[in-house]
């Protein structure tokens, strides 16, 4: 589990923004207890995703995508933004 939602911790204190230092994100702690059982269940292990990282940086790919269950919706959401473009 990376909690990558609570990433700015590790941002060095010159680099972190003046918004985030005045006001910290309140956190729901059902909602996030909530969160974090929905990524263990579904999530995948750090070590994999490092794995889908490296290879995909070296394919020169831009778009880094772990979790084939979000293709249906990334396409329709792409879709939507694209439709415009098309008509």
């Known amino acids: 589990f990376t909690n ?3 990433g700015d911790r590790n941002r060095p204190e010159h680099l ?4 985030d230092a005045a006001a910290p994100a309140q956190v729901d702690p059902e909602r996030a207890a909530r969160s974090r059982q929905l990524m263990e269940q579904t999530g995948i292990a750090p070590e994999q995703t490092a794995e889908i990282v490296l290879q995909a ?5 831009f778009y880094i995508l772990t979790h084939g269950d979000y293709d249906g ?5 792409f879709e939507n933004i694209l439709t415009p473009l098309t008509k």
């Not at 972190?16 to 918004?19: Q, T």
């Not at 919706?73 to 959401?77: D, G």
């Open 73 to 77: 919706v990334i396409r329709e959401r």
């Open 4 to 6: 990558l939602p609570a």
């Open 16 to 19: 972190k923004n003046e918004a």
């Open 57 to 61: 940086i070296k394919d020169q790919q």
